[in-house]
């Protein structure tokens, strides 16, 4: 098993058998099609290239179209390589579905976090407010001294400061697989995954189960 391609859905509840409510995020977990595998031989490692989402043919790039065409797959939206390890064989056209995984597995998700924008100090970093008393009148946020005076007369790299904040590739670890549902393509993991609803994820085994 290597993995599976999915859009997140949104976050709501289910109820385990004791009644107690556990908050779970749902996924759309393909189904996915296999579009492309690489060998040890002809490429010098071993990986698999997954597609998801079957769209227009005018939405994909002439590129994309004739690799799809050329393998005989429907136009898929998404195309992602994943390594493959152990023993494991695909072939062109092979479709992943969601009964990959199992309830109580452990999986890790990746996707794009939501993008911020330009935040400050307070919002990126968690910075504390300065006081407002004393005069102060525009300082409230402002993120105070960034560096010494003569004796080093720099600013240090990593310094934290304002900046772009999210639009980043996230990943939440060790999740428990809370429902599978392959009659619908569903999997709801426990807990939050990054990004916005309708955002891509992937979902794979988890690297740190233990």
Do not use: W
């Not at 990959?100 to 794009?112: A, P, S, W």
């Not at 400050?120 to 010494?148: L, N, W, Y």
């Not at 720099?154 to 310094?159: D, E, L, P, S, Y």
């Not at 060790?174 to 309708?198: C, F, H, I, M, T």
């Amino acid at each position: 098993m290597t993995g599976i391609l999915g859009k997140k859905v949104g976050m709501t509840q289910l109820f385990d058998e004791k009644g107690e409510v556990i908050p779970v995020t749902v996924i759309e977990a393909g189904p996915c099609f296999v579009t492309q595998v690489k060998t040890e031989e002809h490429d010098g490692y071993r990986a698999v290239q997954l597609g998801f989402e079957e769209t227009k043919i005018k939405k994909l790039t002439k590129g994309q179209q004739g690799h799809l065409k050329n393998n005989e797959l429907p136009m898929l939206r998404h195309l992602r390589e994943l390594r493959v390890k152990g023993d494991q064989d695909f072939e062109i056209g092979q479709r992943i579905t969601v009964d990959i995984f199992e309830v109580g597995g452990r999986v890790d998700v990746v996707g794009k976090s939501k993008g911020r924008g330009f935040a400050g100090t307070v919002k990126r970093h968690g910075f504390h407010r300065q006081p407002k008393t004393h005069g102060q009148s525009d300082r409230e946020r402002a993120p105070g001294s960034i560096g010494a005076t003569t004796g080093t007369g720099r600013v240090f790299k990593g310094k934290r400061m304002p900046g772009r904040m999210g639009n980043e590739r996230v990943t939440s670890e060790n999740l428990l697989v809370a429902l599978v549902d392959p009659e619908r393509n569903l999997l709801a993991v426990r807990g939050s995954v990054p990004g916005p609803r309708g955002g891509l994820v992937l979902v794979k085994p988890a690297r740190k189960q233990g």
